[in-house]
C-alpha cells in the first residue's frame, strides 16, 4: 500500500483511493502512477515510462503528455504546480510526493459462485454473447456464432482459461455491472460487443475488459459488405482474437511488474520472464532466460516457459554476441521437446521450435513446425512472421510478404511488431524491392524496442538506392546503436541466410555503405 497526503494507492486491487472513497481512473493512468511511484528515487525517462506502461509502443508526446495530465487531475496537481509529478525538461518525469508504504491485511472478498476464491494458474476470460443491435430479431444467430467462434479461437491460445459457451451465454440480455458478471463467472476478463446491420453492411463491434474494476482495455470495430460476410467472417474473427491476446498479455505482464515485492510464483517468472525477453537486448534476454529458468524450477510442467526460454536462447546468437555453440543448441532443443511432451497442441511450443531449427539450419522442419503452428492456432501473428521468414529464405518472397501482411494485420501492436515489419524489409531487399525494403525497415526502426538488426536493413536499402547522403545517415545511427558492428559480424550473424546470393546483395550493400570489413 503507498499512502500520500490523501491518497492510498493498492496495486493488488488496482485502486486508488482519496480519503478512503474510489477514484474513477484509467487503468493506464494508474499504471503511470503507480510505475512513477515505485521509481521516486529518480527521474523517469520518457523511453522506460513508455517501455513500462504501454509495453513500448509508439506514443507521441501528445498522448503522454495528456496522460500525465490526466495524472496530476487525478492526484489534485496540475503542470503549474507539479507537487506530485514533476516534469524535468528533456530528461522524463519524477513522483515528488511524500511516499509512505504499509501492508494491509485484508478480508478476501467472497469467492465468485462455483470458484474457490483463489485466481486461478492462468488467466480466466469469458465472451459473453454479442448483442444483436439490428432490427432484425432474427439475426441474433448471426451474434451467437461470431460470439462463439471468438470462443473457439481464443481456447487456442493455450495459457487463457476460456469459459464455457453456455455459462457465458447464461448472461444473455442482463443489464448488469460487468464487474458482477466477472465475480459471478469467475473471470479476470470479459469480452462483449455487438452486431449492427446497417443496410447493406454489417458492423461487429468487440470490447476487452478487465474483469476487477470494468475498464475498457481494448475495443474496435469491423466493417464489411453483406454479401462478402461469409467470405470475411473468419478474418474478422481471426483479427478480434489475434487482436485480444497480446493486449491482454501486456495487460498481465504490466500487473506483475507494478505489483509490490514478494515471493514470486511461477506465473510471475513467466510474466516477467517475457517483459524482458521482449525489450530485444542483451543483457535483458540473459535476464528473461533466467526468469524461465526459475518459473521451470517452480513448475516444471509450465511449457510456455519451456518455449520461450528455447526462443530465448536462439536469439541469444542470431541478435546479440553468443556464438550458436552446441550447448545451447542442446539446452533450446531439450526445452522445446519439453514443451511439446508438456503439450503437443501447443501451437507456440511449434512457433519456438520453428525459430530454433530455423537457427539450425533445417529449413524444411522450421516450415512443418511453423505451418503446424498456424493450423493449431490460426490467431498466433508471430507464427506468420516466423513462416514468413523460412519462406523468404527459400525464395518464396510473394508467399513470404503475405504472411507478414496477415501477420501486421492480426496484430498490429504486438511486441514483436518491430520483427514483422524488419523481417519484411528483407524480404524486400531479397526481391530487390529496395524502396518498399526501405519503407518498412523506417517503420521498424521508429518502435521503440525494436533491435539494431532494423538500423542494419535500412542502410542496405539505401545504399542500394545509391542515397549516399541518407546513408551515412542510416549508418551513423546504426554504428551509435552498435559500434563494433562490421561486415565480418554481418556475415556471422547471417549463418541462417540459405542462399547465398540473398547473403552477398546484403552485405554489398552494407559494404557500399562504408561499413568496416572488420
Known sequence: MFRFGDFTLDPDRLELQRDGVACDIEPQVFSLILHLIQERSRVVAKDDLIAAVWGGAIISDSALNARISAARRALGDDGKL????????????????????????????????????????????????????????????????????????????????????NSSFAFRGRSTDMRQVARDLGADYLVEGSVRKLGARVRITAQLIHG????????????????????????IIATIAGRIEPELGQYERTHVKSAPPRDLDAWDCYHLGLSRFYKFNEADNAEAQNLFRRCIE????????????????????????????????????????????????????HFAAGRVLLACCDYDAALRELETAIDLNPCLAQAYCGL??????????????????????????????????????????????????????????????????????????????????ATQDALEKLLIRKPDFTCAAAQNRLFYIKRPDQLSLYLDGLRAAGLPEG
Open 82 to 165: 507539479q507537487a506530485v509529478i514533476r516534469t524535468f525538461p528533456r530528461r522524463g518525469f519524477r513522483f515528488v510526493a511524500t511516499v509512505t508504504t504499509e501492508s494491509e491485511s485484508k478480508t478476501p472478498d467472497a469467492p465468485p459462485s462455483g470458484t474457490s476464491g483463489q485466481r486461478a494458474p492462468n488467466p480466466v476470460i469469458a465472451v459473453l454473447p454479442f448483442d444483436n443491435l439490428s432490427a432484425d430479431p432474427e439475426q441474433q444467430y448471426f451474434a451467437d456464432g461470431i460470439s462463439e467462434d471468438i470462443i473457439t479461437a481464443l481456447t487456442k491460445h493455450r495459457w487463457l482459461m476460456v469459459i464455457a459457451r
Open 212 to 235: 476487477v474494476t470494468g475498464a475498457h482495455i481494448w475495443a474496435h470495430h469491423y466493417d464489411c459488405v453483406l454479401d462478402d460476410l461469409f467470405d470475411v467472417q473468419d478474418d
Open 298 to 349: 517452480l513448475d516444471p510442467d509450465f511449457g510456455l516457459a519451456h518455449s520461450w526460454l528455447a526462443y530465448a536462447i536462439t536469439l541469444r546468437a542470431v541478435y546479440f554476441e553468443a556464438d550458436l555453440t552446441p550447448e545451447m543448441l542442446r539446452e533450446a532443443n531439450a526445452a522445446i521437446r519439453r514443451a511439446l511432451e508438456i503439450d503437443d497442441q501447443d501451437a507456440v511450443a
Open 388 to 469: 514468413g521468414d523460412s519462406l523468404a529464405y527459400e525464395g518464396r518472397m510473394t508467399e513470404a510478404i503475405g504472411q507478414f501482411e496477415k501477420a501486421i494485420q492480426l496484430s498490429p501492436h504486438d511486441p514483436f511488431r518491430w520483427a514483422f515489419f524488419s523481417y519484411r524489409a528483407l524480404a524486400h531487399l531479397f526481391l530487390k524491392e529496395f524502396e518498399s525494403a526501405e519503407a518498412w525497415a523506417d517503420k521498424a526502426v521508429r518502435v521503440p524496442n525494436s533491435h539494431y538488426w532494423a538500423n542494419a536493413h535500412l542502410v542496405v536499402a539505401l545504399s542500394h538506392q545509391d542515397r549516399t547522403a
